[in-house]
């Protein structure tokens, strides 16, 4: 498995690595890490436009001659064009509050094998190629710091929207010089809580794309409105860019019910007086990640939604704890959605309980 961190955070040199420079602002230009998941190093890379993807098609290239997403599509293109096994790539956005070094211990944890199945990925789960966009997402859970994030996200989805197209051009140039690939590989994505407003802001800058460019897209507790996927929302352009989309959701989900509060004094948004006197509230600030898309009729057609509520979690660490109490990292820590979420990413049909509403199903055990 090939494991790349990118990342759009100001950083600069400390020996042989990159740590965080301490400046605030996001970049629209990002380095590319090569992660080597059994020794825990990365080296970083810088990526700027005019690269030379006709190297990367080379298969007898050196691989750590290539830089930036030029070793990204290297990689995702030597088996494609090989062999007629897979050779897919999944691109993850995390959510808010996380820094350099946690996107990478997060990182390490999401290839783990044995997230995938006892006895570590028998059943061969894990996404052959997976890619981390690690955005300056703040660095503690105060208001004031979700504030600061929320602006970065237009910076931060534009970065984003660069590397896919520099994924894409680099794998139209490898077709143009060694036709046209024995299983052509597929791009899925994945964004998690925060990361669904990133990918929002990365759909502006990709609404000229070919239809279905992208395989399947999961929504993980989006911190986005939970009217995003309507015609005018921000996640609306996934309805012709996607093949699939999955909005896993949690009823419960306290993380996404303290974002709601927030966004509403963002917004500066006052409640009303029903006839009982009771304070009510505009509905435009409730969470995609905590109560599913508001009308699924108004949804594409490709969409999916999946209610995790009732998938149990072990009790174990601090951070099972924290899942148990918050019920917002459960691709992380809740064996159902993760089995789920592997299944998708690796092409396969997922079992699910169908509800009586369209397209709705729950996700449990």
């Known amino acids: 498995m ?28 990002f380095r590319v890490a090569t992660l080597d998941c059994d020794a825990k190093t990365y080296a970083m890379t810088p990526d700027w436009d005019g690269l ?31 062999s007629e096994a897979p050779s897919d790539l999944v691109l993850l956005v995390h959510g808010f509050d996380y820094d350099l070094s946690e996107s990478i211990d997060q990182l390490h ?13 028998p059943k061969g789960r894990r996404p052959q190629h997976l890619v981390y966009f690690s955005w300056p997402s703040g660095t503690s859970i105060r208001p004031k710091d979700y504030r600061i994030a929320k602006r970065r996200v237009e910076r931060s989805g534009e970065a984003f929207a660069r590397l896919v197209r520099h994924l894409l ?44 460019t992208l395989d399947d897209v999961l929504l993980l507790n989006a911190d ?26 949690h009823r419960s989900d306290d993380v996404l019910r303290l974002s709601s509060r927030m966004n509403r004094n963002i917004a500066g948004e006052k409640p009303r007086r029903d006839r009982w006197r009771r304070r009510t509230w505009k509905d435009d600030h409730e969470r995609l990640g ?3 898309p508001k009308s699924m009729l108004l949804a594409p057609r490709n969409v999916r939604a999946l209610d995790t509520t009732n998938a149990k979690g072990e ?20 064996p159902a959605i993760i089995e789920d979420v592997a299944k998708v990413l690796s092409g396969r049909t997922p079992r699910r309980r169908k509800t009586r509403k369209d397209r709705t199903f729950l996700v449990e055990g």
């Not at 006709?54 to 995702?76: D, T």
């Open 169 to 212: 051009q680099g794998l139209a140039d490898v077709e143009d010089r060694r036709g046209p690939p024995k299983r052509r590989p597929r791009i899925r994505v994945v964004a998690h809580s925060m990361g669904n407003q990133v990918l929002a802001a990365a759909l502006d800058h990709l609404h000229d794309l070919s239809a279905r």
């Open 109 to 121: 944890r999401v290839t783990r094998p044995e997230l995938y199945g006892p006895g570590g990925d």
């Open 224 to 249: 986005v409105s939970y009217k995003a996927l309507e015609k005018g929302g921000s996640l609306r352009p996934l309805g012709k860019l996607a093949r699939r989309v999955h909005v896993y959701y």
């Open 315 to 334: 009790r174990g660490s601090r951070e099972l704890r924290q899942e148990l109490r918050m019920d917002h990292w459960g691709y992380l820590h809740r």
């Open 2 to 29: 090939a494991a790349f961190v990118v990342s759009n955070r100001p950083l600069k040199k400390a020996g042989t690595k990159f740590i965080e420079s301490g400046r605030t602002a996001a970049l629209a230009s």
């Open 290 to 292: 905590r109560h599913g």
């Open 52 to 82: 030379d993807f006709e190297r990367a098609a080379k298969p007898r290239v050196r691989a750590a001659s290539l830089r930036g997403s030029e070793r990204i599509v290297h990689e995702v293109a030597k088996p494609a064009w090989a």
